[in-house]
């Protein structure tokens, strides 16, 4: 007989001279026993008893007076190979959640990205595993069930961390006398996270922070109620949360990081005799 099963398994012993007393028994282990007539009896295997591939000699005794054991027969616990015919998404980072698409993948004992263990992973059914992927390989996604290994190619490990630019938007021009500006604020890659709350005022003028919108790769801020003479800036905060789409934190690196010089003072003029310099 050959069995794979995952869970208590209750099986069916067919012989001859059964009584309410006889008692199955796997590899010397009494199982819990239920007579069924002379010729059947049942029997319940528990999981742990079937959780390795291998074999199992099963027997039928009978109390005394007379009684005895009956023959052996031999039970094969088979675990059926793993597959896998699909993963997504085909590129990660740390933390990112991929889901692999097979079969026979009840049982999972371990999950690989390009080598590297999973942080963790469920087997949600025999067809599909959801994993959290740890540190970074590219290279094939495996999975280990106790009937073996099952791998398929194609999986990116992204471990780079966004970057970020600052320029100026509306206006231009570095020097100006407007009460609200617009700072353009350009990732390296598409972001999620992001939004007003992350970002602070650098200055030496007055100034508020306003409008802020866009998606992905390119976001604006207007700063407005902006009085007094100086210089104008943005940055991040301290730990803004904001990651890429593979979960790879943004660090507030900035490439560029443009500013204004705001001139507000209206100039005044005094005019004096130059020659000659009497009245």
């Known amino acids: 007989y050959t069995f794979s099963f995952h ?3 209750t099986i069916s012993v067919t ?3 059964f009584y309410s007393s006889s008692v199955v028994y ?3 282990e009494a199982l819990t026993t239920t007579f069924l007539s002379s010729v059947e009896l049942a ?5 742990a008893d079937i959780a390795s591939a291998g074999t199992a000699d099963v027997t039928v005794t009978n109390p005394t007076p007379g009684g005895g054991t009956s023959s052996v027969v031999t039970f094969t616990i088979n675990f059926p190979a793993p597959t896998i015919t699909s993963f997504s998404p085909t590129t990660g980072g740390t933390g990112s959640v991929v889901t692999i698409n097979g079969t026979n993948l009840t049982g999972a004992t371990a999950v690989d990205f390009g080598g590297t263990a999973a942080g963790s992973f469920t087997a949600v059914s025999s067809s599909s595993i959801t994993a959290t992927v740890g540190g970074g390989a590219s290279g094939e996604v495996s999975v280990t069930t106790p009937g073996g290994t099952a791998t398929l190619a194609g999986f990116v490990f992204d471990g780079t961390s966004p970057t970020a630019s600052i320029t100026r938007l509306t206006p231009a021009n570095e020097n100006t006398n407007a ?4 700072f353009q604020i350009q ?4 972001v999620i996270g ?3 709350n992350d970002f602070l005022i650098s200055s030496t003028v007055g100034a508020s922070i306003g409008a802020f919108s866009g998606s992905g790769l390119t976001y604006t801020l207007e700063v407005n109620g902006i009085s007094g003479d100086g210089v104008l800036a943005i940055d991040f905060i301290a730990n803004p949360g904001i990651t890429d789409t593979n979960s790879n934190l943004f660090d507030g690196t900035l490439t560029t990081n443009e500013f204004y010089f705001i001139d507000q003072v209206v100039p005044t003029a005094s005019i004096s005799r130059a020659s000659p310099t009497f009245a």
């Open 179 to 182: 009460t609200s500006v617009i």
């Open 26 to 28: 796997w590899d010397g």
């Open 7 to 9: 869970e208590a398994l």
């Open 15 to 17: 012989g001859s001279y």
């Open 187 to 190: 990732f390296s890659e598409d």
């Open 43 to 47: 029997a319940t295997v528990s999981a």
């Open 194 to 196: 992001v939004d007003g």
